[in-house]
T-cell receptor, first 111, second 110 residues
Framework: GESVGLHLPTLSVQEGDNSIINCAYS??????FIWYKQESGKGPQFIID?????DKRQGQRVTVLLNKTVKHLSLQIAATQPGDSAVYFC??????????FGKGTKLSVKP | DSGVTQTPKHLITATGQRVTLRCSPR?????VYWYQQSLDQGLQFLIQ???????AKGNILERFSAQQFPDLHSELNLSSLELGDSALYFC?????????FGPGTRLTVL
């Protein structure tokens, strides 16, 4: 079946450094991938998405990389700020239009 | 603010009881999704409605049911509650593609 895994449950970075959060998935038929950010006490917030016909997509300070060969997805955050502290989830579009979420990586930014 | 609203924000109840969680999607969004977030299971898809009709089902227990009304708001009904049902329940809405999540309802079953 479809599943999504995260490599690291926690990540601590220095303010101003770049952050890289990784994710692996099992279903090679998946064609839609999304990163969400969840701050404490709030719902998941869309960050960036990518379709399987692309291998890279950039947003404001964020970049998503997709490697379909090894079924790996990563989120890069440039110049990480204290406001980036949150739990980050990768998700893939399921066969029913739902989202299948990974377990999440908690990003802590040290000042 | 995602534009999706959920009430109540917190709900405390006892085992065996029944509760109803409410969700109002973003204006114009026809799809509503319900998710459960617990510490051990993470974010799990429960059920989707599209314009009043059930569209997809995930890991939803038989004790749980949902509906979407003509004004597109949705309700998730949880009955015969067990301690293990304590979790955050999120709804999300979408037009096409991107799903926007509400702030969630935190359910505590004592």
């Amino acid at each position: 079946g479809e599943s999504v895994g995260l490599h690291l449950p926690t990540l601590s970075v220095q303010e101003g450094d770049n952050s890289i959060i990784n994710c692996a998935y099992s279903n090679s038929a998946s064609d839609y991938f999304i990163w969400y950010k969840q701050e404490s006490g709030k719902g998941p917030q869309f960050i960036i998405d990518i379709r399987s016909n692309m291998d890279k997509r950039q947003g404001q300070r964020v970049t998503v990389l997709l490697n379909k060969t090894v079924k790996h997805l990563s989120l890069q955050i440039a110049a990480t700020q204290p406001g980036d502290s949150a739990v980050y989830f990768c998700a893939l579009g399921g066969s029913q239009g739902n989202l299948i979420f990974g377990k999440g990586t908690k990003l802590s930014v040290k000042p | 603010d995602s534009g999706v609203t959920q009430t109540p924000k917190h709900l405390i109840t006892a085992t065996g009881q029944r509760v109803t969680l409410r969700c109002s999607p973003r204006s114009g969004d026809l799809s509503v999704y319900w998710y459960q977030q617990s510490l051990d299971q993470g974010l799990q898809f429960l059920i989707q409605y599209y314009n009043g009709e059930e569209r997809a089902k995930g890991n939803i227990l038989e004790r749980f049911s949902a509906q979407q009304f003509p004004d597109l708001h949705s309700e998730l009904n949880l009955s015969s509650l067990e301690l293990g049902d304590s979790a955050l329940y999120f709804c999300a809405s979408s037009a096409t593609g991107e799903q926007f999540f509400g702030p969630g309802t935190r359910l505590t079953v004592l």
